[in-house]
């Protein structure tokens, strides 16, 4: 079965201004895959010029098999898309910008419309204007969510909303996983990807730095080890090993950061009378600081 989504060297230049450099990736039918970034890493380009809503320099983006640029509508029919930021008609009801959205897909199932409203306890009488932050974001997932797409878009999809109504999100995008949809989730908020996706990309300055899964990613991150031992034990023992680095000893306690094997630790700890060993499995957030560095997140910031 081909790819639901395939980039290959996808490129888009601002000129000056950075934007992505050969984006290479596949995202297949039923995945959850997320795409990692800081704000400016150039996640929304990648999702805008996947989508046809802005042309790439070079490279090729196809959805479902079809080039994005040649035929942009038969994509936009089988997708639900959340935009980072989006901007809708601040005259209209929450319950006419819904049926506005429907009536463009050809109509919804009331039903399944009416239950995602009441799922996220959406107040749909007031005018768009009149929404908070967090109650515009509902309504651009459940227009996002109502003709049940074949494959959802979503960049920043939680922006603003409380943490009940993004247990709530979670929930109901699983139940769309089980029923046969595949997911594209951009986000900065590590825990979201961590909790949800099954591969990650980590865009860094325009690039794909790293790909594989959640697994695979957190294991390149250092672990934080905590050794306490009955007495003093020699440090340079263990600053010599292979991926050890930031040794630090504090009375008869050991603590160091390791990369990679942690076996060789264990090996020389067991030379001594060891009294405690604590090895803190990394997060992903460690991952994602680890490959960019705090300097490169700063730097990111002039992209999009």
Not at 45 to 72: H, K, Y
Not at 263 to 282: G, H, I, M, N
């Amino acid at each position: 079965m081909p790819p639901v989504i395939t980039l290959e060297k996808l490129t888009k230049s601002y000129g000056k201004s950075r934007g992505i450099i050969d984006v290479d990736l596949e995202v297949q039918q039923g995945e959850v895959f997320g795409f990692l970034g800081p704000n400016g890493a150039g996640k929304t380009t990648t999702i805008r010029t996947m989508l046809d809503l802005i042309r790439p320099t070079s490279g090729r983006a196809a959805v479902f098999g079809i080039e994005s640029s040649a035929d942009p509508v038969a994509i936009h029919r089988r997708v639900g898309y959340i935009p980072g930021e989006f901007t809708l008609y601040d005259r209209l009801t929450g319950r006419q910008t819904l049926e506005y959205f429907a009536n463009l897909r050809g109509g919804v199932d009331p039903a399944y419309q009416a239950s995602l409203v009441e799922r996220f306890e959406l107040e749909t009488g007031k005018r768009f204007k009149e929404y908070s932050k967090g109650n515009k974001q509902k309504v651009g997932v459940i227009a996002a969510l109502q003709h049940r797409p074949e494959l959802l878009i979503l960049d920043e999809p939680t922006s603003g909303l409380d943490p009940l109504v993004q247990q709530t999100f979670f929930t109901t995008l699983r139940d769309a996983v089980a029923d046969g949809a595949t997911v594209f989730l951009s986000s900065h908020i590590l825990s979201e990807v961590e909790k949800t996706c099954e591969r990650v990309a980590i865009i860094r300055d325009g690039r794909i730095v790293k790909l594989g899964t959640v697994e695979g990613l957190r294991d390149l991150a250092h672990h934080q080890v905590e050794m306490r031992f009955a007495g003093a034990v020699p440090s340079d023992t263990f600053a010599r090993l292979p991926g050890v680095s930031d040794v630090v000893a504090e009375d008869h306690v050991l603590r160091l950061r390791v990369a990679g094997a942690i076996t060789p630790v264990v090996r020389a700890a067991a030379q001594f009378e060891l009294l405690d060993f604590v090895s803190r499995e990394p997060s992903l957030e460690e991952t994602f600081l680890a490959e960019y560095g705090r300097e490169a997140v700063g730097a990111g910031a002039n992209g999009r």
